[in-house]
């Protein structure tokens, strides 16, 4: 990688691969935006506009295509776990190169999935804090005060992760990079189950859930901690139940929203995950299992 402008690819340019696009163009860097035929004509068009408190409203060029065709620093993956098998077919590894394969993908156990397929020491997973949204293709609305990465890769040459560290930070983000990935993935699903599940088993915002349902969210918590603390990930109930206490009242999990719009919900990912490692270590998850059954059952 150089130390100065990088070619990335941004497989699904959505609410947060969006704006991680627009940001990394307009400070300068060449971005590939993978998508279908539809939105790549449109940004071809258009380019990405995003509207934002934190980093303006501005239009960014980029390129656009259907897969792949050339090599690049880093390609970012960024969209939902339900969509990854068929995505993946955008960017060939014949094309990718030496290229950083950088999923921001909830859940635990995609990196895994992307190592059987692509070299394990080029897959370096990111955890984002951020609410952005894709509210028609090519234009992005950033509403959290916020925009936080977490940049991790247990064999990843340091050097390729704090290159891209660097260029995505002086792009606008806060980013950082960790040595613990397994800590680093646990740390974001530990806060995401309880608030995903909850929010769409109850159809309900985070404020109405943590007043009207602070038991069960309480147990949700507990379980979730135990279950990370068994895969090397951390584990403060009281903290996490604080955290939530700080939001506010009417926020929505994208989970629910997928669920409001119909869109398949990444249960298998959170809940799913979170069930399969609670049977790898032995830990009873009685409240998980019983809202994963409740959304399964629901059709979801």
């Known amino acids: 990688m150089a130390n100065d ?23 300068g860097h060449r971005v590939i935006c993978l998508a279908g035929a539809d939105t790549v004509r449109t940004l071809r068009d258009t380019g990405l506009r995003v509207r934002s408190g934190q980093f303006g409203d501005f239009t960014a060029h980029v390129a656009a295509d259907t897969e792949l ?15 990854l098998g068929p995505a993946l077919h955008r960017i060939p590894g014949r094309a990718l190169g030496d290229g950083l394969i950088v999923p921001f993908l909830n859940g635990v ?21 951020v609410e952005s949204t894709r509210v028609s293709p090519g234009v992005i609305e950033h509403g959290s005060p916020f925009a936080e990465i977490d940049l991790t890769g247990a064999t990843v040459p340091r050097d390729r992760l704090d290159t891209l560290a660097a260029a ?50 309480t147990a949700l918590v507990e379980e979730t901690a135990a279950v990370s603390r068994a895969c090397g990930g951390p584990s403060d109930p009281a903290r996490a139940l604080a955290r939530y206490d700080t939001f506010p009242p009417h926020t929505k999990s994208s989970m629910q929203r997928d669920a409001e719009a119909g869109r ?34 629901a059709g979801h």
């Open 109 to 129: 156990e995609h990196p895994a999935e992307l190592r059987a397929h692509h070299r394990p020491d080029r897959v370096a997973p990111a955890v984002i804090r």
């Open 168 to 217: 995505l930070r002086a792009a606008g983000p806060k980013t950082r990079v960790l040595d613990d990935e397994a800590a680093t993935l646990w740390a974001k699903m530990s806060f995401l189950a309880p608030f995903a599940l909850l929010t769409t088993r109850h159809r309900l915002p985070l404020g109405d859930v943590r007043t009207h349902h602070r038991e069960e969210l």
């Open 264 to 297: 398949p919900l990444e249960l298998d990912a959170i809940g799913g995950a979170l069930l399969r490692a609670a049977d790898r270590h032995g830990i009873p998850v009685p409240v998980t299992a019983r809202l994963v059954a409740e959304l399964r059952a």
């Open 5 to 27: 402008e990088l070619t990335v690819a941004v497989l699904g340019p959505g609410g947060v691969g969006g704006l991680l696009a627009a940001l990394l163009a307009r400070a």
């Open 69 to 83: 065709r050339e090599p690049v620093d880093a390609c970012l993956i960024t969209v939902k776990h339900t969509a």
